[in-house]
């Protein structure tokens, strides 16, 4: 079992930026990789990124692509999504989850996930 929790979300005005983190605890963190979801309302959760397990290889959702960035710390169990020229279009519950393979951008290839922070980008 793989407890994840974020932080990091709020408000901010278009063109801004926030990093958000996911702490992890429980099994051992740098078994997994890790993704980044959202969840706009009325919308199906979609897949933002995914770093691989040492953190060498990332992937991004297209309209994320040269704005935000995932990176990992293994030392200390904590996955982060720098974002910056944020959109309104970005407004969303953002999630982090574990998951055996990077590759992966569907939620159901995903194990573990934390709770959920808001990030609402006003115009």
């Known amino acids: 079992q793989v407890q994840l929790v974020e932080s990091g979300g709020g408000l901010v005005q278009a063109g801004g930026s926030l990093r958000l983190s996911c702490a992890a605890s429980?099994?051992?963190?740098?078994?997994?990789?890790m993704g980044w979801f959202r969840q706009a309302p009325g919308k199906e959760r979609e897949f933002v990124a995914a770093v691989c397990r040492s953190g060498g290889h990332t992937g991004y959702t297209t309209s994320v692509k040269g704005r935000f960035t995932i990176s990992r710390d293994n030392a200390k169990n904590t996955v982060y999504l720098q974002m910056n020229s944020l959109k309104p279009e970005d407004t969303a519950v953002y999630y982090c989850?574990?998951?055996?393979?990077?590759?992966?951008?569907?939620?159901?290839?995903?194990?573990?996930w934390g709770q959920g922070t808001q990030v609402t980008v006003s115009s």
């Open positions: 989850a574990a998951g055996a393979y990077w590759e992966k951008v569907v939620p159901a290839d995903y194990l573990y």
């Open positions: 429980g099994r051992t963190f740098s078994n997994y990789a």
